[in-house]
């Protein structure tokens, strides 16, 4: 059916949808409340080793890294890292009403969100949520997202997640386009691309997960991709600069003790950085989220200082083009991933000196206002990091920019980008949710 029903809800003003998301913040009276780590319900720190582990041996664990790499700015180092094997499912299905595409989104509380409340996919949920290990309710939509689905797939790939706080993780990205009548649940709401693209320019709205599964929304569908041809010699070009920086440099991991992890403080309260930077493993008890069941508690990463995500872009012809940077993290996949320009949380390089500073993030700070296109901040994942906050930032290049960007960065338009983020672990999470921005705005 492509016409709109009673039971739809479709707002036909923005200010309609804010005032529903108003209502949803205030039915929802979640809380979260700090708490030890060792009095965490469901969840034990191994004798012996430290590690953070469920009762039940799913959803996650925080185990110890050590990590020894030639592409970082000091080469070796350890740390406390999240152990999460499963990939969970994050999926937005998409109807078109009167020919025009909206996306089903959910009003959904995470404890780590700054607001708590933000718009999610349709379906986010690990294995472990939507297996039902913790007994509670089933994942709503969840059937348009497992084999056998109805409807056609526009999108569907495992993507890879934080590499600095994660190990391997890896989560399925998925867009399901349906012709099919849908009830449309009380904590639910269809969007269009260009009501989302607005919401993307508000802070703390559009969650993460939303964001990295809108960069893989067809490139065809949107208003640069209308008239743009990717240049199958250059996106070649491109691979071989990535795949020379995967050969180039070395990356080796190995799970240790969380014990074992140097230069940090571990207690029954928390686990800190011996200098307060970086991140904290800290603990939360939640109630009343509205979720699949009614309260748990777990551990959470809280980062020291909020971080920066830029890309710098500039003008060849109609299309734009990003600087994009070969970047190493700890738990990646592979030796490198594409990022953006700058990606890091400049309050851990105050007393470093220029020349050791992540390259361009000077620049992209100090940008006038008239080069800024893009100015956001935005909510990393909720469910393991506690109000995590970058600012997504589009910067102009001008004139000063130097010529010279370095063997680590590739220029590449849009459309190169959004076709190489459908597909797993070539473009990060960070430059996925930057994608979505420039997509949908």
């Not at 039902?132 to 409807?151: D, I, N, S, T, W």
């Not at 199958?232 to 795949?243: A, K």
């Not at 459309?415 to 983020?421: C, H, I, K, V, Y």
């Not at 672990?425 to 705005?441: D, G, M, S």
């Amino acid at each position: 059916m492509d016409d709109l029903t009673e039971e739809t809800l479709v707002f036909q003003r923005i200010a309609d949808f804010h005032e529903w998301f108003a209502e949803r913040r205030a039915a929802s009276a979640c809380s979260v409340t700090r708490a030890r780590l060792d009095q965490l319900d469901g969840w034990h720190i191994q004798q012996g080793t430290g590690t953070i582990q469920h009762h039940s041996g799913k959803f996650f664990a925080v185990d110890g890294l050590e990590i020894s790499t030639d592409h970082a700015s000091v080469s070796s180092w350890t740390q406390p890292i999240i152990i999460q094997p499963e990939s969970g499912i994050l999926g937005i299905l998409v109807k078109r009403f009167h020919g025009v595409p909206h996306f089903l989104m959910q009003a959904k509380v995470e404890p780590g969100n700054i607001g708590l409340l933000q718009l999610s996919p349709t379906v986010q949920a690990t294995r472990s949520n939507y297996t039902r290990v913790h007994k509670g309710k089933a994942v709503p939509y969840l059937e348009y997202f497992q084999a056998p689905r109805r409807g056609r797939i526009l999108s569907d790939v495992l993507q890879s997640e934080q590499g600095s706080w994660f190990l391997h993780k890896r989560n399925r990205n998925m867009i399901i386009e349906i012709t099919d009548d849908v009830e449309v649940l009380e904590d639910f709401c269809w969007l269009t691309a260009a009501q989302l693209g607005e919401l993307l320019r508000w802070d703390h709205v559009v969650n993460m997960d939303s964001r990295t599964v809108l960069a893989g929304w067809p490139l065809a569908e949107t208003h640069w991709g209308r008239d743009a041809a990717i240049d199958r010699d250059q996106l070649s070009e491109l691979l071989s600069w990535f795949t020379e920086a995967k050969s180039r440099y070395q990356l080796t991991r190995q799970r240790i003790p969380l014990t074992n992890v140097k230069n940090w403080i571990i207690s029954p309260e928390r686990i800190v950085h011996e200098n307060d930077a970086y991140f904290a493993i800290v603990g939360v008890d939640v109630k009343g989220a509205g979720r699949e069941v009614a309260g748990w508690s777990q551990p959470m990463i809280e980062p020291r200082h909020p971080g920066v995500v830029a890309f710098v872009t500039r003008h060849d012809g109609d299309e734009p083009r990003v600087l994009v940077h070969a970047h190493t993290q700890a738990g990646t996949h592979d030796v490198v991933e594409m990022a953006p320009t700058v990606q890091c949380a400049p309050g851990n390089y105050e007393d470093t000196p220029p020349d050791r500073r992540p390259s361009f993030l000077d620049y992209v700070l100090s940008a006038g206002r008239e080069r800024v296109l893009f100015d956001a901040l935005h909510s990393e994942e909720g469910g393991r990091f506690y109000q995590a906050e970058n600012r997504y930032l589009v910067v102009e290049a001008g004139p000063d920019l130097p010529e010279e960007t370095g063997p680590d960065f590739a220029w590449m338009t849009l459309s190169q980008l959004a076709e190489l983020a459908r597909y797993g672990n070539y473009v990060n999470v960070e430059a996925r949710n930057l994608l979505a921005c420039l997509l949908f705005t």
